[in-house]
C-alpha cells in the first residue's frame, strides 16, 4: 500500500512564525502534491513538483514556498504564517504514466494548522 | 482548462436509499476519472477510478461510477445508504499530467 504520511495531525502557530509541513512516501513517486482544503473550496493545489529540486507554482501559492531535496520528501513552508492561513493542509503523491498522464493521488491525513 | 462540476454541495438520504452524486467535467478529451471520499478530519481515500475499458466502474464499500462520454458524466451511485457513509466526496478528473477536482458534495445519512 502507497503510503503517505504527514509530519503533524495538528500545529498551532504564531502570526509570522516560520512554519514547516513535512510530507513523505515510500512509492518511489515522481510527483508530489500541496493543496489546502477550507469549508465551501473545496482543494487548492499550492505547489506540486514532478521531480527533485524541481516545483511549480499552482492556483494560490502566495505566501507559501516548498522545498523537494529527495524524491520521498516534499516540504511546504509558511514563511510568515499569517491568520488567513489557516486551513487543513494536505500533501500527495502520484505517478506518471508515459509522460502525459497522472495516475490517482495517493493523500496523506492531513495537517490542521491554527495560525493565532 | 478542465473544470469539473460536482451538483449539490450537499446530499442527504436515509440510510437503505439509493446514493446518487453527480459529477460532470469539460474535456472533449476521454480523461482518467476518480471518486474520492474523505471523512471528517482525515485525507481523501480513492474510491474508484476509471482509466480505459469497460465504462462501469465498481469501487469500495459498494460504490460504483459510470463513465459517459456523451454526457462528460461520471457519476457515482450506491444502491442502498449506510450510516457508515457520510462523508464529503470529491471527483477528480486527470487530464495531461494535471489534476483538477470538483468542490465536494457532503453526505448526510439520515436513520
Known amino acids: 500500500d502507497v503510503k503517505v504520511t504527514q509530519s503533524s495531525r495538528y500545529l498551532v502557530k504564531r502570526t509570522g512564525e516560520k512554519v514547516f509541513l513535512e510530507c513523505v512516501q515510500d512509492?518511489?513517486?515522481?510527483?508530489m502534491f500541496w493543496y489546502r482544503q477550507d469549508p465551501g473550496l473545496g482543494l487548492r493545489l499550492i505547489y506540486f513538483?514532478?521531480?527533485?529540486?524541481?516545483?511549480e507554482k499552482g492556483d494560490i501559492p502566495e505566501g507559501y514556498s516548498v522545498s523537494r531535496e529527495k524524491k520521498e520528501r516534499f516540504s511546504l513552508i509558511l514563511e510568515s504564517a499569517s491568520t488567513n492561513q489557516t486551513s487543513m493542509y494536505l500533501c500527495?503523491?502520484?505517478?506518471?504514466?508515459?509522460?502525459?498522464?497522472?495516475?490517482?493521488?495517493?493523500f496523506g491525513p492531513g495537517t490542521r494548522l491554527t495560525v493565532t | 482548462a478542465q473544470s469539473v462540476t460536482q451538483l449539490g454541495s450537499h446530499v442527504s438520504v436515509s440510510e437503505g436509499a439509493l446514493v446518487l452524486l453527480r459529477c460532470n467535467y469539460s474535456?472533449?478529451?476521454?480523461?482518467?476519472l476518480f471518486w474520492y471520499v474523505q471523512y471528517p478530519n482525515q485525507g481523501l481515500q480513492l474510491l474508484l477510478k476509471?482509466?480505459?475499458?469497460?465504462?462501469l466502474v465498481k469501487g469500495i464499500n459498494g460504490f460504483e461510477a459510470e463513465f459517459k462520454k456523451s454526457e462528460t458524466s461520471f457519476h457515482l451511485t450506491k444502491p442502498s445508504a449506510h450510516m457508515s457513509d457520510a462523508a464529503e466526496y470529491f471527483c477528480?478528473?486527470?487530464?495531461?499530467?494535471?489534476?483538477?477536482f470538483g468542490s465536494g458534495t457532503k453526505l448526510n445519512v439520515k436513520p
Open positions: 476509471y482509466t480505459t475499458g469497460a465504462t
Open positions: 477528480a478528473v486527470s487530464e495531461f499530467n494535471t489534476f483538477y
Open positions: 500527495a503523491s502520484s505517478t506518471t504514466s508515459s509522460g502525459t498522464i497522472t495516475y490517482e493521488q495517493y
Open positions: 513538483s514532478y521531480d527533485v529540486k524541481m516545483k
Open positions: 512509492m518511489d513517486h515522481e510527483n
Open positions: 474535456s472533449s478529451v476521454p480523461p482518467y
